[in-house]
């Protein structure tokens, strides 16, 4: 008896209706940053998601072992926080919610693929549209705002700030430019999404439309000469009309020039700031960090030796983005150390897709992406972190699997292959 209704229940679960329901809820959640729920503690609508889906995916997926290569991730978290516990540099607190977190977020996003044949195409393909409605969406938001505020407002439509904003779109961005260039399609789309990254007024998103740009024009060689014509263009043009890349990139020179942040705006702060803290850290354990999770941490220890940081500490914002680091660079480098890091620029490296194909310019949309998230973005596993990950990494493995089986000239190799787990 229990059997047959143990049967009829994974029959259930395994509905199309319901698998429908776990894609597109994790395809839209991937947007779902700003939906915060505060009770004493920040709850994610995505946090929901993983933990509701993750026990359907369960239901649905081949649960009999994990990858060789996601244990060796796990190892090396754990690894890595039970020494900075050891050490005293990292606190059991800090590093249990970073590993849960990153945990969860990989188990989710395997199976979420897994249940998807391990194929990215419709996944990032829905994605885009997505981000496409974000930015339509964020035009009049914007405009509204502007009359609001009776000034102008940098556009940021459902996200919580521009940068966030120009994150989840750069990937979509890049791959509707594609295919403009390619074969002259979504010329509309490109402008919207040109328009708005435009309004948004976020210098690392501006820098990293000057990657893609660089990307895209290196597709032929006859344009190479031209990149850095196009990039330094842009780069003035931005210098010129936007008074908050020039805030930045002023304040940036300035504060690294005299080794002084009491005259930098907040963002230039939160960079500096703890590009002096990830240097102490490194003096001490440059080789493992000093554990996941325990930035905030050595925050707390180093940002006295911060010169001007005294201007900070009276208006109470000393502490600006002391758990993220500001950037993934900093933020690995001070919880992971060199040898983290060093893993970070491998997966880059080795799963970037290069060519002038349909999959490089998906590769190529992602780290653009990335680009943005070294620099600027130093938390772990918001909504589309790993979503983003996973893509990048399956659309190499399904890359190789398609150019083996156009080398071997073997019509079957794809189709016995493609069946395997990542």
């Known amino acids: 008896m229990n059997s047959t209704i143990q049967s009829r229940l994974t029959a259930a679960i395994t509905m199309p209706t319901v698998r429908q329901y776990i894609y597109f809820s994790t395809i839209f959640g991937v947007f779902s940053g700003a939906a915060v729920w505060h009770a004493g503690f920040d709850v994610?609508?995505?946090?929901?998601?993983?933990?509701?889906?993750?026990?359907?995916?369960?239901?649905?997926?081949?649960?009999?072992?994990?990858?060789?290569?996601?244990?060796?991730?796990?190892?090396?978290?754990?690894?890595?926080?039970?020494?900075?516990?050891?050490?005293?540099?990292?606190?059991?607190?800090?590093?249990?919610?970073?590993?849960?977190?990153?945990?969860?977020?990989?188990?989710?996003?395997?199976?979420?693929?897994?249940?998807?044949?391990?194929?990215?195409?419709?996944?990032?393909?829905t994605y885009a549209q997505i981000a496409y409605g974000l930015c339509i969406v964020g035009i009049p938001l914007w405009a509204l705002s502007c009359v609001a505020s009776h000034q102008f407002v940098r556009l940021q439509s459902l996200t919580t700030e521009p940068a966030h904003f120009c994150t989840l779109v750069l990937p979509a961005y890049?791959?509707?430019?594609?295919?403009?260039?390619?074969?002259?399609?979504?010329?509309?789309?490109?402008?919207?999404?040109?328009?708005?990254?435009?309004?948004?007024?976020?210098?690392?998103?501006?820098?990293s439309v000057a990657l893609g740009i660089a990307l895209l024009l290196s597709r032929r060689r006859k344009l190479l000469l031209a990149i850095p014509v196009v990039i330094g263009g842009l780069m003035i043009l931005a210098y010129s009309v936007s008074p908050y890349f020039r805030l930045r990139a002023d304040d940036t020179v300035v504060a690294l020039s005299s080794n002084d942040v009491s005259n930098a705006n907040i963002s230039t702060y939160a960079l500096i700031s703890n590009m002096i803290v990830t240097y102490n850290v490194m003096q001490e354990n440059p080789i493992l960090g000093n554990g996941l999770g325990s930035h905030v941490i050595s925050h707390a220890r180093f940002i006295g030796t911060v010169p001007g940081v005294e201007v900070f500490e009276e208006r109470g914002m000393e502490d600006y983005n002391s758990t993220e680091a500001a950037s993934l660079v900093l933020r690995s480098l001070s919880e992971l150390g060199i040898l983290g890091f060093l893993g970070i620029l491998w997966f880059l490296f080795h799963f970037h897709v290069g060519g002038t194909s349909s999959r490089a310019a998906i590769s190529n949309g992602i780290l653009v992406c990335f680009f943005l998230k070294l620099i600027r973005d130093g938390v772990y596993f918001p909504p589309e972190q790993f979503f983003f990950i996973f893509v990048y990494f399956l659309n190499h493995r399904q890359f190789k699997l398609e150019t083996c089986a156009a080398s071997t000239r073997d019509p079957i190799y794809l189709a016995v292959n493609s069946d395997q787990t990542a």
């Open 44 to 125: 994610l609508l995505f946090d929901f998601i993983i933990i509701s889906n993750l026990l359907l995916l369960c239901l649905v997926s081949n649960l009999s072992y994990l990858p060789l290569w996601m244990v060796a991730v796990f190892g090396y978290l754990f690894i890595s926080g039970s020494i900075g516990i050891l050490n005293g540099t990292d606190s059991a607190a800090q590093f249990l919610k970073q590993f849960l977190g990153i945990t969860a977020n990989i188990l989710y996003f395997y199976y979420f693929f897994k249940m998807q044949g391990n194929r990215v195409e419709r996944a990032f393909s």
């Open 174 to 207: 890049y791959w509707y430019a594609y295919l403009y260039f390619t074969s002259r399609k979504h010329g509309i789309k490109v402008l919207i999404f040109t328009m708005t990254v435009a309004l948004s007024g976020s210098s690392l998103g501006f820098l």
